[in-house]
């Protein structure tokens, strides 16, 4: 089996975090959610639950993977051991299992982003009846080719490992998506009409606060976003040097994703108000209300350029990390290189996806099924595992390994029952909402 790869510097794991957490749920989920529960009421319970719980979470996997030096199959595996506990091989395969059925159906996804790139290089959104052409092709045979391509461009920088391969790709796609994003903020902002979108935004409607469903949907923004899910940040903490800052790079990962989720609010709700468009078109938004926003705006075909590559960067930086899971899971099961696990995961991943490439309700069936029972399942499991099995002392021990700013006593409390039971509140209430991330 290869030796072991490192994260070459903490900025560059930091920003794999930043890249791994900041995904399509930042620039497709997080504005329309914003926009339906409140505006800037909705952001009271997400703060809350992002910078307490989430970064709990999040502090927890990365230390769980360093400490074991392993991804969640072998972590789960050393952990049981040691406690004389049967099957830990088999429950860390559960969140490996949700992680990559993850993958199978977002890299559908991806390959949708790649196309409406390359379709607002050619113009086309100017061209078109853009309902009408995203159901010309999403759930039909003409998004193979793109999904596809997707496989492949995320195969090839994790072909090249964590240094070379992920850290480098993401040290070019995080700075540049910032940019983008601030550079369309500030566009957005500046529309004729912008004003009542970024009153919408930040006058709360106080109200909201008194609905369950928003401070339910809230806590699965917050538990979604950062990539919590028991394997995903598991496997990026194995590869992290004993003298890393985990709380710090916890901090970053929580504040760098909400900014970005902010960004991106600001890009879509003003424009959304200053054309009259529906800022609440749930997930519609990203794929028929955006593109309105820039057929209809002065400079509309740069702006739209800028806007589908800052969301091909979040797209790929997620997507990465995706498929990093189930590779690290074959390399250390079967000590296969890293070329060979990644040629074959991205195989099977591709493969797996074709039903979802034809058939958009058969896509949203089995998104619904990862995401509602598996992911939450395996972040359950990994607390359980690393706060309980392996025991919530030894637990803060492991944070506080090269911490500039340990944490204390406190956080054990926070971690082994506050997070864990509100893991356990995230599976529930996504069966009973019927998805919540």
């Not at 391969?165 to 903020?185: D, Q, T």
């Amino acid at each position: 089996m290869e030796q072991r790869e490192t994260w070459t510097s903490r900025i560059g794991f930091i920003l794999a975090c930043i890249g791994a957490a900041i995904g399509l749920g930042n620039i497709w989920m997080f504005p329309w959610r914003l926009g339906r529960y409140g505006g800037a009421a909705f952001l009271v319970p997400y703060f809350i639950f992002v910078f307490i719980l989430s970064r709990t979470g999040l502090m927890g996997e990365f230390a769980f993977g360093r400490a074991r030096q392993k991804g969640a199959i072998g972590a789960f595996e050393d952990v049981f051991k040691e406690k004389n506990l049967p099957f830990g091989s088999l429950v860390g395969t559960i969140p490996v299992l949700g992680v990559s059925g993850v993958f199978i159906f977002y890299l559908v996804v991806v390959g949708w982003i790649i196309k409406y790139f390359s379709i607002s290089l050619l113009g086309t959104f100017s061209k078109v009846d853009i309902p009408a052409y995203f159901g010309g092709f999403a759930g039909q045979p003409e998004s193979i080719f793109w999904h596809l391509l997707a496989i492949v461009i995320t195969l090839l920088i994790v072909n090249l490992g964590i240094a070379k391969g992920i850290e480098r790709a993401n040290k070019y796609m995080m700075p540049s998506l910032f940019i983008i994003l601030v550079l369309l903020a500030i566009r957005s902002v500046t529309l004729e009409g912008a004003s009542e979108g970024l009153k919408f935004m930040f006058l709360p409607d106080w109200s909201y606060l008194l609905k369950v469903e928003t401070w339910v949907m809230a806590l699965g923004q917050s538990f979604f976003t950062v990539c919590l899910g028991g394997a995903a940040m598991v496997v990026y903490g194995s590869y992290l040097k004993k003298d890393e800052d985990i709380p710090s790079s916890a901090f970053n990962t929580v504040i760098w994703n909400t900014v970005a989720s902010l960004l991106a609010a600001t890009v879509i709700i003003p424009a959304a108000f200053a054309f009259n468009l529906d800022p609440q078109a749930g997930p519609p938004l990203l794929f028929i209300t955006v593109p309105f926003i820039f057929k209809m705006m002065p400079g509309g075909y740069i702006f739209g350029i800028l806007f589908f590559l800052s969301v091909v960067f979040a797209a790929f930086s997620s997507a990465v990390n995706l498929m990093e899971v189930p590779v690290e899971a074959v390399m250390d099961r079967l000590g296969w290189t890293r070329k060979k696990s990644t040629i074959v995961v991205g195989i099977l991943g591709f493969l797996f996806g074709l039903p979802l490439d034809l058939s958009v309700d058969r896509l949203g069936k089995f998104a619904d099924f990862v995401s509602v029972y598996l992911v939450p399942l395996g972040a359950v499991l990994a607390a359980i595992a690393f706060f309980w099995i392996y025991g919530i002392k030894k637990a803060r021990m492991a944070i506080n390994e090269g911490a500039s700013k340990p944490v204390g006593e406190y956080w054990e409390f926070l971690a082994k029952y506050v997070f864990t039971l509100v893991s356990i509140a995230v599976l529930i209430l996504g069966i009973v909402f019927g998805g919540i991330g």
